[in-house]
């Protein structure tokens, strides 16, 4: 359950959800909050359209790789409302076993291709993705790249000219 | 909603029952400008699908940039948008002060302001120069090249030491202050180079038929699109949706200057290019005010944690020469956490995500390009028009392959 905080958006996320908010802080000034990962859309279509909150603009996306801890994977969402002329910070975590999670290029087409790269780096599986292939790798690289086991000075044949 | 990507078509049906003709573009072609490709379905001159692809500029900067020091990332965000690389500096530096609590020194925002507008400028024109040199109108190029090369001749040189990898700005200050006479100088650039430059190419195209003609209506978005696909900067602004993080989430002291963020109305190539011309003179504005404000004092913070302590106490005083040493081996101590932080980039929303873990070096950087979102939207903007549109279109969103790909 997520402990008292000053955040409106914060405030109104755990009223809304409430278990399905982990946890919440707003450290460095930016509003974050962890949520389970089966209520992503769920909680990313109620701050897009949500007439307080109006979180328009889905700015990035990526995963981080904390290799060691349980859950390993995190998935980052950074939003902007530019009508409240605010940002939070949305994170899931997933075990690695199974980092899957939903799609939220639904909700932000412009998602589309930031998950894609997250999958790309980090191996993390979008569920209904509608073209969920690898983006900055070349098709038949192995491996995820920014995961921290990958060692950075890897080399892969590079690949030929296509039949 | 969800048919903005993928399977739209607007190219309606095929004439005389022929196949579409499947047409590789790039990733060297002269048009692209950086190494982009697509796979455009053709029917006659109408492009009925488009697919872009990237990733040929993969210099892994993220995963570079978690195995080196604080101090040494700058290097590598220079390379990232690659015309406009103070400006790249100045949002890296600005996240990294986040984490650390920094207020860096008055001195130093308007240095970080001067050098953000004067980069605004030359990839304006660097994007409008190599967008109208692909629809055949030469002359704009050379009348904004030049004042390009004047200003990394006179200003960003004498500043840098260097042309394009300028890796200008530190943790809590700059390398170094401005030299001697810059100012001045500066001044005018401003008054004698660019806005002379500004008023030609306006004379030449914004009245122009053949220009208008060709951009009117071409690669347009709706504002509601645009926001939902993520555009920021002057394409989204160019749509008709006022966002301009200087004035919505002001940061430095852009608050203090008087200047306006000109706005479109279909988001179109025309508009996209007025909205840029417009922009141009705005960030002249916002420089000479600058300049009239410029205050004195000391550039860099006064605590030698973050920012090298002096040459000469280093030379003659042994915790000094410690404090150097460890601050170039170890890397600075940044406290551990997460912060993102979002500065208006020449091109829209330049985003840092940062995780430390304390110590000397990044945990995790994670970049938002800003033309990330441009690039994603190209389907959108092309399909169902000719492909000769394609090369105005790809000009007017400035595709960045340095910062795309990263």
Request: net charge negative.
């Amino acid at each position: 359950m997520a402990e008292e905080n000053n955040s409106p958006v914060l405030r109104k996320l755990a009223e809304k959800f409430g278990d399905a908010i982990v946890s919440t802080h707003s450290g460095f000034g930016d509003d974050t909050a962890v949520v389970r990962r089966e209520k992503i859309v769920e909680i990313c279509t109620f701050l897009r359209d949500d007439p307080d909150l109006r979180f328009e603009f889905a700015m990035d996306l990526t995963g981080v790789d904390y290799l060691g801890e349980v859950p390993r994977f995190e998935v980052v969402y950074h939003l902007y409302s530019m009508e409240k002329k605010r940002r939070v910070r949305i994170k899931s975590r997933l075990h690695e076993e199974d980092p899957t999670i939903d799609s939220v290029s639904s909700v932000w087409p412009g998602m589309n291709w930031y998950e894609r790269e997250a999958f790309d780096m980090y191996g993390i599986v979008f569920r209904d993705h509608p073209n969920l292939v690898r983006i900055l790798m070349y098709e038949g690289f192995v491996g995820h790249p920014l995961r921290k086991d990958y060692p950075k000075a890897k080399r892969q044949p590079t690949v030929g000219p296509v039949e | 909603m969800t048919d903005l990507m993928g399977t739209k078509r607007r190219g309606g049906k095929l004439d005389l029952q022929a196949e579409p003709v499947i047409l590789n573009i790039g990733p060297s072609h002269p048009a692209t400008h950086a190494t982009l490709r697509f796979i455009a379905e053709l029917d006659g001159e109408t492009i009925l699908s488009l697919t872009p692809e990237f990733g040929y500029l993969h210099r892994c900067f993220e995963k570079e940039s978690e195995s080196h020091t604080w101090t040494q990332v700058v290097t590598y965000t220079d390379r990232l948008n690659y015309v406009s690389p103070l400006m790249n500096n100045v949002g890296y530096a600005m996240a990294v002060e986040k984490l650390c609590a920094i207020e860096v020194t008055e001195r130093c925002k308007y240095v970080r302001v001067l050098i953000s507008e004067i980069s605004r400028i030359i990839d304006h024109m660097v994007c409008i120069g190599t967008n109208m040199v692909d629809l055949g109108a030469l002359t704009n190029f050379w009348y904004f090249w030049k004042p390009r090369e004047e200003a990394y001749m006179h200003l960003i040189e004498p500043l840098t030491g260097t042309r394009l990898t300028t890796g200008y700005t530190r943790i809590g200050g700059m390398q170094w202050d401005l030299p001697e006479g810059w100012v001045q100088k500066c001044r005018d650039i401003c008054r004698n180079v660019f806005l002379p430059a500004i008023a030609d190419v306006n004379a030449l195209l914004s009245k122009n038929r053949i220009f208008i003609e060709r951009t009117m209506g071409v690669g347009s978005i709706t504002a509601k699109d645009a926001i939902a696909m993520g555009f920021t900067g002057p394409c989204l602004r160019a749509a008709g949706v006022p966002l301009d993080l200087r004035k919505d989430e002001t940061y430095l002291v852009y608050d203090r200057f008087d200047f306006d963020v000109p706005i479109g109305e279909h988001g179109d190539t025309c508009d996209r290019y007025m909205v840029r011309m417009e922009e141009m003179r705005q960030s002249v504005r916002i420089i000479e005010q600058a300049l009239d404000q410029l205050p004195g004092g000391p550039i860099n913070v006064d605590d030698t944690r973050y920012v090298l302590p002096d040459k000469q106490l280093v030379y003659t005083n042994i915790e000094s020469l410690m404090q150097h040493f460890k601050n170039i081996f170890e890397g600075i101590h940044v406290p551990a956490g997460e912060v993102y932080s979002a500065t208006e980039a020449a091109n829209g929303e330049l985003g840092y995500y940062i995780v430390s873990k304390g110590g000397g070096g990044p945990y995790k950087i994670k970049v938002r390009p800003p033309c990330f979102n441009m690039f994603q939207a190209m389907p959108l903007l092309c399909e169902g028009q000719m492909i000769a549109d394609l090369v105005a279109v790809l000009g007017s969103v400035n595709i960045v392959a340095g910062e795309l790909d990263r």
